[in-house]
């Protein structure tokens, strides 16, 4: 038997043998690693008109942050699965009626027709319900989607917790779709202003507001140009879908003053 140190140093003589032969080896062959070039350099944030003050008065209140009681209705074990979603709209209605705008507002026909959904269910504007966990508490949010008039499409979600009803978003707009990415709830509407683009905004469960807020805002482009006017179909509401990964846009140049 040899000696462990006569083992040893074999050992490392033939690992660096091997070594070389794979460096040597892939020198000029397919394969061998190639440099990426030159890395270009990361640029910051410029601040534009650094002198100017600070604002002292808070912008418009469009009620983002608004949450809501549902009054009347009782959640068992916190199990939003188990409410009617009708019930659940028709109580917010009848504790605001004559209420038109606002997170609590419905048009006066919606109204009328939520009461009826029980007589008339083919004209009631209530879909189907969705459910999530967009809190990250453990249990389901209930989605729900409200058809109203001019092609808009009311979007409110409740938080069920200490054995009642939380609405915790409220949102109307002309929806192209409704997509459940994680736990955002993302809204795509068509632009009437600016052809061939979107906007897609991101209502994101913040622990502070214990609301859902619209985190995130953008235009999209959609269509190539040349091919002709933007076009908003009729809203619904889609299955759950992950949302695709936009590529990234690219860093800017440094901005001068």
């Given at each position: 038997?040899?000696?462990?140190?006569?083992?040893?140093?074999?050992?490392?003589?033939?690992?660096?043998?091997?070594?070389?032969?794979?460096?040597?080896?892939?020198?000029?062959?397919?394969?061998?690693?190639?440099?990426?070039?030159?890395?270009?350099?990361?640029?910051?944030?410029?601040?534009?008109?650094?002198?100017?003050?600070?604002?002292?008065?808070?912008?418009?209140?469009?009620?983002?942050?608004?949450?809501?009681?549902?009054?009347?209705?009782?959640?068992?074990?916190n199990d939003v699965h188990s409410?009617?979603?009708?019930?659940?709209?028709?109580?917010?209605?009848?504790?605001?009626?004559?209420?038109?705008?606002?997170?609590?507002?419905?048009?006066?026909?919606?109204?009328?027709?939520?009461?009826?959904?029980?007589?008339?269910?083919?004209?009631?504007?209530?879909?189907?319900?969705y459910y999530r966990d967009l809190?990250?508490?453990?249990?389901?949010?209930?989605?729900?989607?409200?058809?109203?008039?001019?092609?808009?499409?009311?979007?409110?979600?409740?938080?069920?917790?200490?054995?009642?009803?939380?609405?915790?978003?409220?949102?109307?707009?002309?929806?192209?779709?409704?997509?459940?990415?994680?736990?955002?709830?993302?809204?795509?509407?068509?632009?009437?202003?600016?052809?061939?683009?979107?906007?897609?905004?991101?209502?994101?469960?913040?622990?502070?507001?214990?609301?859902?807020?619209?985190?995130?805002?953008?235009?999209?482009?959609?269509?190539?140009?040349?091919?002709?006017?933007?076009?908003?179909?009729?809203?619904?509401?889609?299955?759950?879908?992950?949302?695709?990964?936009?590529?990234?846009?690219?860093?800017?140049?440094?901005?001068?003053?």
């Open positions: 038997m040899r000696p462990r140190g006569v083992r040893s140093a074999a050992g490392v003589a033939l690992g660096a043998a091997g070594l070389a032969l794979v460096l040597t080896g892939c020198d000029g062959r397919e394969g061998a690693l190639k440099s990426a070039g030159p890395t270009p350099t990361a640029v910051g944030p410029v601040r534009l008109w650094p002198d100017l003050p600070p604002a002292t008065n808070p912008p418009i209140d469009y009620g983002e942050s608004d949450t809501q009681r549902v009054p009347g209705v009782k959640v068992a074990d409410l009617d979603p009708v019930a659940v709209v028709r109580a917010e209605v009848r504790a605001h009626p004559d209420t038109y705008t606002g997170t609590d507002g419905l048009y006066e026909q919606t109204a009328h027709a939520i009461e009826a959904c029980g007589t008339a269910p083919a004209a009631c504007p209530i879909l189907r319900p809190t990250g508490n453990g249990r389901d949010e209930l989605i729900v989607g409200i058809r109203m008039p001019d092609q808009q499409v009311g979007v409110r979600v409740y938080l069920a917790e200490n054995g009642g009803l939380t609405r915790i978003m409220s949102t109307v707009d002309q929806v192209i779709s409704v997509e459940l990415a994680g736990r955002d709830l993302i809204l795509r509407v068509g632009s009437a202003g600016i052809p061939g683009y979107e906007y897609r905004t991101a209502w994101t469960w913040d622990e502070e507001q214990r609301s859902m807020l619209p985190t995130r805002d953008e235009i999209v482009r959609v269509k190539p140009p040349g091919t002709g006017p933007s076009t908003v179909p009729a809203p619904h509401l889609v299955s759950p879908t992950p949302t695709p990964t936009d590529t990234p846009a690219p860093v800017p140049p440094e901005a001068t003053p």
